[in-house]
């Protein structure tokens, strides 16, 4: 599956878990916070996609994903993020 597709998988992963995903340029690596009971993931774009995948995953790995359907090579990459 080819990265672009991944991501947007991710984000309808986010979506879902109603999670609000921001993309913004700057230097920061980007990751998870809760601002005022809103729960954010902060993206970096101008980092390439590889490392926005690894960011999304990692946060989603620390959630309970089991009652979200999602193709198995996403489930795959999150559970990677895991250990």
């Not at 309808?12 to 809103?38: M, Q, S, T």
């Not at 993931?41 to 926005?52: A, F, G």
């Amino acid at each position: 599956m080819k990265p672009n597709k991944i991501y947007e998988n991710l984000i309808d992963i986010a979506d879902k878990l109603g999670i609000k995903i921001i993309l913004d340029k700057g230097n920061f690596n980007g990751g998870y916070c809760l601002l005022e009971k809103e729960k954010i993931i902060v993206i970096n774009k101008l980092k390439p996609i590889e490392n926005r995948i690894k960011s999304l995953a990692q946060v989603f790995a620390k959630w309970d994903t089991s009652n979200i359907h999602m193709l198995p090579i996403i489930r795959q990459i999150i559970d990677s993020e895991s250990n």
